[in-house]
């Protein structure tokens, strides 16, 4: 295996890792839906290599982003991995969960972008060269058999080393979301580590996919199963927006490696009979995206004794995840919040005051990750990259580094430990905010003079947003008539779990001394 791993590293790992499972086990299904639809490996592999050829005819420029619009459908997957074939990074966007003026305003940021629509597309003014589901299938039909597929394998174009692999835009503080890059050496190195959390590698394995293409969580799935030869299970909306659909699809999952943010499985255990009964085949689960309470891991131990629970932490711009810890009963149990883990191979972990330099363990600061998983920027922003990002050396190698903005601190043994943003961004149902992007957002609607969002915390934990804003001029409804327009108007240009839950009408802000709002104030109301 190790003689096998040398051979490939550094020219497209994790798509060589797919190709052999495509070669070895073509009729093992790669892809399923809780809707009903699935994919083999080897009608995956096909499909893909079908839409590579439609890439590579587009005369499309090779490095430049092509964006990938849908839902959970196989044939989303098979288009991020033709994006990887012909040398593109892939921007997946979900039709559910981002709105078409964030749609066009992403095919703003990467300038009149080839655009896969697997789903159709909205009409809302985006400047794109539309592939559609149409001109999609056709491709994949006339693609080459399997045996022909493989023998024609051209790795030249594969995006490997420091090649982009693809672009997530999480939100952004001026108002617009931000494009954070990631490399294929990213994916591989990551891909190496998350393997070996509990028996993840497991062949044949099923990971459960809850969360949507376009949301970062949903990488330590999709790259976990495809390298280890399973089977990713993906939860549509339409089984997540009912509860007993939830439930009768988790059932019939037969799901080995649960991957979720804590507030899923939270919902989940409402259910009395979420229990190791209900899936029997549950060994792991991992969790990442926001805090995990010790009470959610209790009663997952208690109800599925045979299963490991793994906390995990990292953002965005270091793919995914780069530390881990298995949660034991007795942390659990215990007062102190649970820990976050030690880095993987290749991270290193430090934790800095505001003017750079490094804390004593056991102190709060600013947690700054260096190695290898760490993205490369920020999409057309070098200005934004400036500021977060930079070099230094883990292991001997010259590795980039990520302000992460998040506090936490360091124990002796080297565990860290999450407390929180440092900044505006939040993090909410396992989703990252930026609460200057509603603002903004906000202000640019008609009569709102002023505008600032608070998180309403309960028991440690982000419930819900609230928006405290400044009407200008007379209001002619109620206040709760009044902000059911507002949130409704939100809903053209913000994702749903950005939309506050609660709309508060003021006549001035309170401000702090500095002149600035006092955000604290407004909490405790």
């Given at each position: ?171 952004g503080s001026t108002g617009a979301p931000k494009g954070v890059c990631v490399t294929a050496s990213c994916i591989d190195g990551f891909c190496r580590w998350a393997l070996t959390l509990g028996d993840a590698e497991r062949e044949g394995a099923v990971f459960l996919n809850q969360a949507p293409f376009s949301f970062d969580l949903s990488v330590y799935e999709q790259a976990m199963s495809f390298w280890a030869g399973g089977t990713l299970y993906s939860l549509t909306k339409e089984s997540q927006d009912s509860f007993r659909l939830q439930m009768e699809a988790l059932a019939a999952s037969r799901a080995r490696i649960w991957v979720s943010t804590p507030s899923f499985a939270e919902m989940c255990l409402v259910e009395p009979s979420f229990d190791e009964q209900m899936m029997p085949d549950v060994r792991l689960f991992l969790f990442c995206g926001e805090t995990l309470p010790n009470g959610t891991a209790a009663r997952l131990l208690e ?223």
């Amino acid at each position: 295996m190790e003689q096998w791993r040398r051979r490939f590293r550094g020219i497209g790992e994790y798509l060589e890792r797919a190709l052999r499972n495509a070669k070895q086990f073509p009729e093992r299904i790669a892809l399923q839906t809780s809707d009903g639809e699935s994919e083999t490996y080897g009608a995956y592999w096909r499909a893909s290599e079908g839409i590579a050829s439609l890439i590579r005819q587009s005369g499309y420029p090779v490095k430049k982003p092509v964006m990938v619009y849908g839902h959970k459908s196989p044939r989303m997957i098979e288009c991020f991995h033709a994006c990887l074939k012909t040398g593109h990074p892939y921007v997946p966007v979900d039709c559910h969960s981002v709105p078409p003026e964030r749609v066009a305003n992403i095919a703003g940021q990467i300038g009149d972008p080839l655009l896969l629509a697997v789903e159709d597309l909205p009409d809302a003014g985006i400047s794109a060269q539309t592939v559609d589901r149409e001109q999609l299938e056709a491709a994949v039909a006339a693609a080459p058999d399997l045996d022909s597929a493989f023998e024609s394998v051209d790795r030249t174009a594969w995006v490997s080393g420091d090649d982009l692999a693809y672009i997530l835009f999480t939100s952004g503080s001026t108002g617009a979301p931000k494009g954070v890059c990631v490399t294929a050496s990213c994916i591989d190195g990551f891909c190496r580590w998350a393997l070996t959390l509990g028996d993840a590698e497991r062949e044949g394995a099923v990971f459960l996919n809850q969360a949507p293409f376009s949301f970062d969580l949903s990488v330590y799935e999709q790259a976990m199963s495809f390298w280890a030869g399973g089977t990713l299970y993906s939860l549509t909306k339409e089984s997540q927006d009912s509860f007993r659909l939830q439930m009768e699809a988790l059932a019939a999952s037969r799901a080995r490696i649960w991957v979720s943010t804590p507030s899923f499985a939270e919902m989940c255990l409402v259910e009395p009979s979420f229990d190791e009964q209900m899936m029997p085949d549950v060994r792991l689960f991992l969790f990442c995206g926001e805090t995990l309470p010790n009470g959610t891991a209790a009663r997952l131990l208690e109800r599925f004794p045979h299963a490991q629970v793994v906390n995990s932490y990292g953002p965005t711009e270091s793919t995914v995840a780069v530390t881990a810890c298995t949660v034991t009963g007795q942390m659990a149990a215990s007062s102190d919040p649970l820990p976050v883990g030690r880095p993987r191979k290749g991270t290193r972990i430090d934790i800095v005051a505001d003017n750079g330099e490094p804390v004593p363990a056991g102190e709060c600061g600013e947690i700054v990750i260096a190695g290898d998983t760490v993205a490369r920027g920020y999409l057309g922003r070098p200005d934004l990259t400036a500021k977060a990002f930079g070099t230094d050396m883990v292991d001997g190698k010259p590795v980039r580094t990520y302000r992460t903005g998040d506090e936490g601190w360091l124990d002796a043994s080297g565990m860290l430990h999450y407390r929180g943003r440092l900044d505006l961004q939040v993090k909410m149902n396992g989703f990252r905010i930026e609460l200057g992007e509603i603002e903004e957002n906000l202000r640019r609607l008609p009569c709102i003079k002023a505008a600032c969002v608070v998180p309403s915390v309960k028991d440690g934990q982000i419930r819900y947003l609230v928006a405290h804003v400044v009407w200008e001029g007379e209001r002619t409804e109620s206040d709760f008539r009044q902000g059911l327009g507002i949130k409704e108007a939100l809903k053209d240009v913000l994702p749903h779990y950005m939309i506050p839950r609660k709309v508060v009408f003021h006549d001035a802000l309170p401000m702090t001394p500095n002149g600035k709002c006092d955000r604290k104030a407004l909490a405790r109301l």
